[in-house]
């Protein structure tokens, strides 16, 4: 089959399209034809070895992380899913691939794709979709009423949160610049501050939860934001040592995530605020609850660009210019 990935890692490696073997499927793998893939940052973030301490993947790797498409066969052990089926899923960590004509995935990784939605839609919801449901549901448990501040509103992740925020009945704060603020506000985005212009830092006061996705100074200024008792929990860094717990990672890498952490847990703690880092999982039984949401209109899909197969690294480059408006699709097929 066809695929792009990596021979080795580097900022300047263009992704390269190579003939390889068809994946070797599991007992409990369902094989799917690639329709559509999702591009996400992470993908250029493994391409550029930035993830080598969480996620050691050794190159030749075939890259992609999102996949909408058809079950064409299915393990000996399969039981919720039959050939024909049109499905999306984030394939587990070591397991991805979606860059590529087919790939199998755990069954307990896929759900049916919700049916309001075409096959480059569906493909462009489950890494961000489940990131935003890990986030607000899982671990900020956000009630109605709360306030939450999600940064950047416009990205891929920021789409997604607003709607499923608003859909829990919070108030939501965001940031984005000028060109996006009707988008923004349109998914539902009560208030919305232009980034370039204002210091979000002084205009918000006494949220409940703050979703991180930039930069350490944009860390530390969210604390300010937060009231006491409030979460923060960013999905950009520093990770901590319950993370490197959660993977399972040596002893060593605790260690360099508890330094890298350290500074930002204080702080929080002074203040009475929790602070966590999260790296999102794959979960097909949490896709199931984010697919009626979809087809019921409370969450709707925020495509930027698609791109076709062979313009693969154009789309990569394209996320990575970090000016995407919502999600950046291949289609494959
Ligand atoms: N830990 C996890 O599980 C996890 C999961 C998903 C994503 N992430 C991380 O979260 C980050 C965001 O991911 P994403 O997919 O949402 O990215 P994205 O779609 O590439 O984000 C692009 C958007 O970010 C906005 N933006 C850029 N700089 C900004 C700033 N300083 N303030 C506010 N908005 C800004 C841009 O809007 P303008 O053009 O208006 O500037 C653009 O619309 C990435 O670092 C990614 O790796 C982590």
Do not use: C
């Not at 919305?192 to 205009?203: L, W």
């Not at 999905?235 to 930002?264: C, H």
């Amino acid at each position: 089959m066809k695929a792009f990935g990596i021979k080795r890692y580097g900022k300047k490696v263009a992704l390269q399209a190579a003939e390889i073997p068809d994946p070797e499927m599991r007992n409990d793998d369902v094989l799917i034809q690639v329709h559509a893939a999702g591009v996400n940052v992470l993908d250029s973030k493994i391409k550029n070895g930035e993830f080598k301490l969480i996620l050691p993947y050794k190159p030749p790797l075939t890259l992609g992380h999102d996949v909408a498409g058809i079950v064409i066969k299915t393990g000996a052990r399969v039981r919720q899913f039959k050939v024909g089926d049109e499905v999306y899923a984030r394939p587990a960590d070591h397991r991805i691939g979606t860059f590529a004509e087919f790939i199998s995935v755990s069954e307990k990784d896929v759900a049916l794709k919700p049916n309001n939605l075409t096959m480059v839609e569906a493909a462009s919801i489950p890494l961000v979709g489940l990131t935003a449901w890990q986030v607000l549901i899982e671990k900020a448990h956000l009630q109605i009423g709360q306030k939450v501040f999600i940064q950047a509103g416009s990205g891929g992740v920021g789409t997604f949160a607003i709607q499923l925020a608003k859909h829990l009945g919070a108030t939501v704060a965001t940031t984005t610049s000028a060109a996006n603020i009707n988008l923004v506000k349109s998914l539902g985005a009560d208030v919305v501050i232009d980034y370039k212009k204002e210091h979000f830092e002084t205009i918000l006061h006494d949220y409940d939860v703050v979703l991180n996705s930039q930069d350490n100074k944009t860390l530390e200024k969210s604390l300010r934001v937060l009231k006491p008792g409030g979460k923060l929990i960013s999905i950009s860094g520093p990770p901590d040592p319950e993370f490197a717990v959660e993977i399972k990672a040596p002893w060593f890498v605790k260690q360099v995530m508890r330094v890298l952490s350290l500074g930002t847990k204080r702080k929080a703690k002074r203040r009475d605020i929790s602070f966590s880092f999260l790296f999102m999982k794959a979960s097909g039984s949490q896709l199931r609850q984010i697919t009626p949401l979809i087809e019921s209109g409370a969450i709707r899909p925020v495509i930027d660009k698609v791109f076709p197969f062979a313009s693969t690294n154009d789309a990569l480059a394209y996320v990575e210019s970090g000016r995407a408006k919502g999600k950046v699709v291949i289609k494959v097929l």
